[in-house]
C-alpha cells in the first residue's frame, strides 16, 4: 500500500500566508505610498511612515515564521535555506523602499540596488542619505528590512557557533539528564547501512531513556540522520580505549546497540566495556551487536550464552547478547510480504547469507503460529546446488537450539535454479507459489522470465544496492513491469510499528497474544497501542531475563543442554508451560511476585494508582501488595500466565534456560527475604551533592535525590527519588516510614558493590540489600539489624 504523502500542518501554511501578504503590502506601500490615501481610516494607519504597530506586526511574523521553520529540524538544509529566504525577504522590502530614491546624478535602479546591499550588510546610512535627497518620508518596509537582515546575520551565527559546539552541548545534555537520572540508549559505531535502525530504535525509546550515538566520524549524513531522530552525538577517539570507555554514560545504559558493518570490532568494543563494569546494577541489560552472516550472529549468540555467570567474567559483563544484521532485517521484510500474498509454498533460489536468514524467519513465525494454533507457515524449498547440505545445516542449528527443525519444512532441490526447475516447483495454483531469488550473481534473465512464464507468481529478485528499479523492501513499489516481478536490495530500514530487534519482537509479540480491539486501551493491536502500554510489555521482557537470573537456579542459555522443546499452546495450563521450561512451583511464585511488583512500580511512576479498572483516570484494581493477589487464584493464574507467555516467547526466539553450576546455585540461597522496618528523616534535595560511606568512600548524589539520615544526629545517605517513592511512606513533616521487601545476603570479602552512585566496596559484618529494581547497596551490620526483619513464608 502507498503510503499518504505528509500532511502540512495547516497554522504554519496560514502563518506563512499572512507573512507574505504583509510583507508584499508594505512593499506595495513603500513603492507607491499613494495607495494609502485610497484606504479606509481604519485600515490605512498600518504601513504609513514611522508606524510603530506595523513594524511591531511584521516583526512578530517575521520573527514566528523563522521559529516556526527552524523548530525540529536535524539537519543544516534548513537553516541555510531559512537564512537566504530572510535576506530575499529583506531584498525586496529594500528595493521597494529605495526605488524612488534617484535624481540626475544617482540612476533610478542602480541607486536603489546599492542603497539595499548596504543596509542587508548592516550599513543604512546610504539609503537614509538618498531618501533625504529625494524628499520623501521613511517607509515602515525600511525598518522591517533591516531587522530581518539583522535576523538573518544572528541566525547565520547562531548557527554556525551551533554546529562548531554541537559536540559540547550534546555532552552537557547528557550529563544534565543522567544527574537527573535519566537512562541511556548509547548506539556505537552506525554507517549508512545501519542509520534506518536508529530511527527505529529512537521510535521504540523509553521516556526515561535519552537516545546517544558515540561515533568518530560526526559529519557523516548517517550522523546528521541520527540528530534528526532527536539523537545526542559524543565524538570519541576508538583508538584511545580508555577515553571512551570510561564515559559516565556507559554507567547509565538500559540498552546498547553496536552497529558498525565490522562484527569483529563490534564484539571487540563489547570486551571493552564489559572489562570496565560498563552497566548498572541490573542483571542482563540487553545488547543488540551487528553481525550480518546469520549463522555466525546465531553461533556467537549460543556461544555468548553458554557463558553462566561466575568469578571468571568480568563484574560489568551482565548482558542479554542479542544479533541484528542486514540480512536478518530484509528477510523479516520479504517474509512479510510473501505471507501477504497468501502463499503456500516460498522457492528459494541460491544459497546465500540471505538463505539462510529466511529460514531462520520462517522458523521463528512458525512457533507462534503453533502457539496460537494458527495456520502453518508457507513451507520453504532451497533450489541450488549444494542446497541439501544448507537444509542439513538449518536443521542442527535449530535442534541445537532446541528448537523443532521441521517446524515449517524447509526441503531442498540439488540443482541450479532454472525455469524449467522453476516448472516442476510451480505447481497448482501459481498465485501460492513465491519465488525468491537471493544471489545477484544468478543469471540475470531467469527474474523475468520466471515472470513471464507465470504472471501470478510473486517474484522476488535480490539484485545489487542502487541498481536501476530496485526499492526496498517492504515499501510501495511502482506497478511490476512483467507480471509480479519485484526487485529489491538488502537494507536495514524498518517500516514504521515494526520491531528492531529480538526484544521488542517478544514485547510485540506477547502483548499480541493478548489483543482484543473491543478490550480497552490496554488490548488494542501494536501499532494503535498507546506508547504507555508499548513501555510496559518492553519492561516485562527486560524484568524477564532479570529475574530468571536472579530469582532461580538457572541462567540463559542457548544451546542443547536446556531442557528439550516442548510445544507449547495458549490453552495449557500456566505452571504446565512453566514446568515445561524447567522452573518448580516454589520459583514461579517468585518470579511472579517480582514481576507484579516492577509492574506496580512501573505503574506507579506513571501516575497511576490503586481503584475500580480506569484507564482515563489511571486507575487499576491490580495495583495492590502481592499478598493480595496471592489470596486470590483468579489473579495469581493471570499473573503465571503472563509470566508463562514471557518465557515461552524468550524460547521461542532462541532463549532459553539451564541449571547454574553449583556455586551459582548456592549464592542464591544465601539471599533471604526481610521487611523493611522503622522510620527515617528525609528531604529532598535539588542539587549535586555528597556524601560519605561508612568505609570513608565519598559518594555523589545528583538534583532530586533524597537526604536519609535514621535520625537527625546520624550520617546521611541518598536515595534515588523513584526508589524513595517506592520504598517510603509519609508520617509527618519530614520523617518517614521505611515499607515494602528485599532481598539480603553477607558481603562477602573484598566484594564490590554496584551501587546507583557507583561501585562501593563492602566492609567485613556488611550486608548486601538488593531492592526490587535490581538495585543494591550495602548496609553496616548493626543498622541491618535495626531496619530489616526476616520473613517466614
Known amino acids: 500500500m502507498t503510503p499518504d504523502p505528509p500532511r502540512r500542518p495547516v497554522g504554519r501554511t496560514v502563518l506563512t500566508v499572512v507573512t507574505i501578504v504583509v510583507v508584499g503590502y508594505l512593499a506595495l506601500v513603500a513603492a507607491r505610498p499613494s495607495i494609502l490615501e485610497g484606504l479606509p481610516a481604519a485600515v490605512s494607519w498600518f504601513g504609513s511612515p514611522y508606524s510603530v504597530w506595523s513594524i511591531v506586526i511584521a516583526l512578530v511574523l517575521v520573527l514566528s515564521l523563522t521559529y516556526v521553520y527552524t523548530r525540529g529540524h536535524g539537519t543544516s538544509a534548513a537553516p541555510i535555506a531559512l537564512v537566504a529566504g530572510l535576506a530575499a525577504l ?126 568518530g566520524s560526526p559529519e557523516r549524513p548517517c550522523i546528521v540522520a541520527a540528530r534528526a531522530h532527536g539523537a545526542r552525538v559524543v565524538t570519541v577517539d576508538f583508538a584511545r580505549t580508555d577515553s571512551w570507555a570510561s564515559l559516565r554514560l ?179 495454483d501459481p498465485g501460492k507459489t513465491a519465488v525468491v531469488l537471493v544471489d545477484t550473481d544468478l543469471d540475470p534473465t531467469l527474474a523475468t522470465r520466471i515472470a513471464m512464464r507465470y504472471p501470478k507468481t510473486p517474484v522476488f529478485a535480490h539484485t545489487a544496492a542502487h541498481a536501476v528499479g530496485t526499492a526496498p523492501v517492504g515499501y510501495a513499489q511502482a506497478r511490476p513491469v512483467v507480471g509480479r516481478l519485484h526487485m529489491f536490495e538488502t537494507t536495514m530500514e524498518i517500516p514504521d510499528g515494526q520491531a528492531h530487534d529480538s526484544w521488542e519482537v517478544a514485547a510485540r509479540s506477547i502483548h499480541e497474544r493478548y489483543v482484543n480491539p473491543d478490550g480497552g486501551a490496554a488490548a488494542q493491536p501494536w501499532d494503535r497501542l498507546d506508547e504507555f502500554y508499548r513501555e510496559s510489555n518492553r519492561r516485562q521482557v527486560a524484568n524477564a531475563l ?53 509492574w506496580c512500580r512501573f505503574y506507579r511512576a506513571n501516575g497511576w494508582t490503586h481503584g475500580k479498572r480506569d484507564n482515563g ?22 499473573a503465571l500466565t503472563s509470566l508463562a507467555g514471557t518465557l515461552t516467547k524468550l524460547r521461542e526466539l532462541g532463549y532459553q534456560t539451564a541449571r547454574k553450576n553449583d556455586d551459582d546455585v548456592s549464592a542464591i540461597d544465601d539471599w533471604q527475604t526481610f521487611e523493611r522496618v522503622g522510620e527515617v528523616v528525609a528531604r529532598q534535595r535539588f542539587e549535586d551533592w555528597t556524601w560519605t560511606t561508612s568505609g570513608g568512600d565519598a559518594m555523589t548524589a545528583g538534583p532530586g535525590d533524597w537526604e536519609v539520615r535514621t535520625s537527625p544526629d546520624d550520617p546521611v545517605r541518598s536515595v534515588r527519588d523513584d526508589v524513595f517513592t517506592a520504598t517510603y511512606e509519609l508520617v509527618d513533616g519530614d520523617r518517614y516510614r521505611r515499607i515494602g521487601e528485599v532481598r539480603a545476603r553477607p558481603a562477602h570479602d573484598g566484594e564490590i558493590i554496584d551501587t546507583l552512585e557507583g561501585p562501593v566496596p563492602a566492609q567485613p559484618g556488611d550486608w548486601v540489600v538488593e531492592g526490587g529494581g535490581g538495585e543494591q547497596w550495602p548496609v553496616p551490620a548493626d543498622e541491618f539489624a535495626l531496619n530489616y526483619r526476616p520473613i517466614t513464608r
Open 546 to 598: 532479570w529475574i530468571v537470573e536472579t530469582l532461580s537456579d538457572r541462567t540463559w542459555r542457548s544451546t542443547a543442554d536446556a531442557q528439550p522443546w516442548v510445544p507449547g499452546h495458549s490453552d495449557a495450563q500456566p505452571l504446565d508451560q512453566l514446568a515445561a521450561l524447567g522452573f518448580d512451583e516454589a520459583t514461579v511464585l517468585r518470579m511472579a511476585q517480582a514481576e507484579h511488583e516492577d
Open 250 to 428: 556507559f554507567r547509565k545504559l538500559d540498552a546498547l546497540y553496536l552497529l558498525d558493518a565490522n562484527a569483529t570490532l563490534n564484539l571487540t568494543r563489547l570486551e571493552v566495556l564489559s572489562e570496565v563494569g560498563a552497566t548498572n546494577s541490573r542483571t542482563r541489560l540487553p545488547v543488540v551487536v551487528r553481525i550480518d552472516d546469520p549463522w555466525q550472529a546465531a553461533a556467537w549468540r549460543a556461544e555468548q550464552f553458554d557463558r553462566a555467570r561466575s568469578e571468571a567474567v568480568p563484574a560489568g559483563d551482565r548482558w542479554a547478547r542479542d544479533t541484528v544484521g542486514i540480512y536478518e532485517v530484509t528477510a523479516r521484510k520479504l517474509v512479510d510480504e510473501i505471507t501477504d500474498e497468501g502463499v503456500e509454498k516460498i522457492v528459494i533460489c541460491g544459497t546465500s547469507q540471505l538463505t539462510l536468514a529466511l529460514c531462520a524467519e520462517l522458523a521463528a513465525r512458525q512457533l507462534d503460529a503453533d502457539y496460537h494454533g494458527n495456520t502453518p507457515l508457507p513451507e520453504a524449498v532451497l533450489v541450488d546446488t549444494g542446497a541439501d547440505e544448507v537444509v542439513a545445516d538449518h536443521h542442527r542449528s535449530r535442534t541445537e537450539m532446541g528448537l523443532p527443525a521441521e517446524r515449517p519444512p524447509v526441503t531442498a532441490v540439488d540443482e541450479p535454479p532454472t525455469v524449467s526447475t522453476m516448472s516442476g516447483l510451480i505447481t497448482g
Open 90 to 215: 529583506s531584498a525586496v522590502l529594500g528595493m521597494a523602499s529605495y526605488m524612488r530614491c534617484h535624481d540626475g546624478q544617482h540612476p533610478a535602479f542602480f541607486t536603489a540596488v546599492i542603497a539595499t546591499a548596504k543596509l542587508m550588510r548592516g550599513d543604512a546610512g546610504y539609503g537614509s542619505e538618498c531618501i533625504a535627497q529625494a524628499s520623501i518620508e521613511t517607509p515602515v518596509a525600511v525598518y522591517v528590512a533591516q531587522l530581518t537582515a539583522l535576523t538573518a546575520v544572528v541566525l547565520s551565527l547562531v548557527g554556525v557557533a551551533i554546529v562548531l559546539m554541537r559536540s559540547r552541548f550534546d555532552r552537557l545534555a547528557i550529563f544534565i539528564k543522567t544527574r537527573l537520572n535519566r537512562s541511556v540508549t548509547a548506539v556505537v559505531g552506525i554507517d549508512d547501512d545501519s542509520a534506518p535502525l536508529v530511527a527505529a530504535i529512537a521510535g521504540a525509546l523509553s521516556r526515561r531513556s535519552i537516545l546517544v550515538v558515540v561515533t
Open 617 to 638: 483516570r489511571k486507575h487499576h484494581d491490580y495495583l495492590v501488595p502481592w499478598s493480595e493477589i496471592e489470596a486470590d487464584p483468579a489473579k495469581v493464574t493471570r
